[in-house]
């Protein structure tokens, strides 16, 4: 066997190193990556400015008050915060958070996690720290108690998501149902129908709408939300079949009461027999849009009362048209379509991860089940 020098023993070596860095170049892109960036769980509070900051920059139409509504007064707890700091000069380059959600699965309470708030900052979009970011928020589900996290990427972080293991969950479908014909003909282009008379507009939004012909009780908008609320929704969620949201007094008071978005109203229905509580809906009205944010009710014709409902408050405050998002899965759309709500295309998709399988098909999730 021939002898090898020091210097041969060197210049092998450096080949070899160099040879496997050429054939696995994208692994050290991605530890180099890793290792520029330190990722840590912490407090927000400790970087309110640049949480603050971040939300002007990039997402500005966000109340100042959001961070203190995500921390404070959730039943299923606080927000979990991640940040992503550059490791040579300490700056916080990105961040993502993580809102626990009870929902009830069959009858069993389980915890999800609403990923959003994910932001990098500019200089650290080429090569930065969101995909570490998303993947030390998947690490970490155990140790929060998470069963799965689903998010809504807008479509730049779509490929994101698909990187760090998520699954389409379904798409979020945007339906309108339109009570101001006069301004969608204008709208689109149909001339000789705009010149028809509101009146006769309205007559016909009524007449092939399902919800016109359904009297039973009578939707009044409630000044609070009380224990009668908590008797409403165990016995929904006892008979529900699919996952829902777990909704309490004291969920709805903070997810829509106390948010800083402001603006939310509730409807109610009461039965007839037994003047107990039916059902509810929650809304907002913005730029003449009713925005509808969360149903539920014990049976269809609670739905159809309190949608009806909202069309006369639509007609008597001159609102164009009810606006609803719902996942496609959502057990009401079908009804929604005999409401005369239509497919507007504008839809969203929604991503989820687990460690485990779990079966969350028929899902009724609506806007209220987002983070904002």
């Not at 050429?22 to 290792?35: D, G, H, L």
């Not at 899902?363 to 904002?372: C, E, L, P, T, Y």
Request: proline fraction near 5%; aromatic fraction near 12%; charged fraction near 25%.
């Amino acid at each position: 066997m021939p002898l090898v020098t020091n210097g041969e023993l060197s210049s092998r070596l450096a080949a070899s190193l160099y040879s496997s860095f050429v054939t696995q170049n994208s692994k050290f892109k991605i530890a180099f990556k890793v290792s520029r960036f330190l990722i840590k769980q912490d407090n927000p509070f400790k970087y309110k400015d640049q949480i603050l900051k971040f939300w002007q920059d990039n997402l500005p139409d966000t109340p100042p008050g959001r961070l203190e509504w995500m921390m404070n007064g959730n039943p299923a707890g606080p927000s979990k915060w991640f940040f992503a700091f550059e490791s040579k000069s300490g700056d916080l380059a990105g961040m993502i958070s993580v809102m626990p959600k009870d929902l009830m699965l069959r009858g069993k309470q389980i915890l999800a996690g609403i990923m959003g708030d994910l932001v990098v900052g500019q200089r650290y979009r080429v090569f930065g720290p969101a995909l570490s970011l998303v993947k030390s928020v998947i690490k970490s589900m155990a140790d929060f108690g998470f069963d799965f996290i689903y998010t809504i990427p807008n479509p730049d972080s779509r490929k994101l998501m698909e990187r760090a293991g998520f699954e389409v969950l379904g798409e979020l479908v945007h339906m309108l149902k339109p009570l101001d014909l006069k301004y969608y003909f204008q709208k689109y282009g149909s001339a000789l129908l705009s010149y028809l008379p509101s009146s006769c507009l309205r007559f016909v939004v009524k007449a092939l709408s399902r919800e016109t012909y359904v009297s039973s009780g009578k939707p009044y908008e409630a000044d609070s939300i009380n224990e009668e609320f908590d008797i409403l929704c165990q016995d929904i969620e006892r008979h529900k079949q699919q996952i829902t949201a777990h909704r309490n007094s004291a969920y709805l008071k903070w997810r829509f009461l106390d948010n800083p978005a402001g603006g939310f109203r509730v409807l109610v229905h009461r039965d007839k027999s037994n003047n107990g509580l039916s059902g509810y809906l929650v809304y907002k009205v913005e730029d003449r849009r009713i925005h509808l944010y969360d149903i539920f009710c014990k049976d269809e014709i609670s739905v159809l009362s309190l949608i009806s409902m909202l069309t006369h408050i639509g007609f008597r405050d001159n609102c164009i048209g009810i606006y609803i998002r719902l996942l496609e899965q959502n057990p009401l759309l079908p009804l929604l379509r005999k409401c005369r709500f239509i497919d507007t295309r504008d839809k969203a998709t929604v991503f989820m991860y687990s460690n485990k399988p779990i079966d969350i098909s028929g899902w009724d999730f609506f806007s209220g089940d987002r983070n904002i």
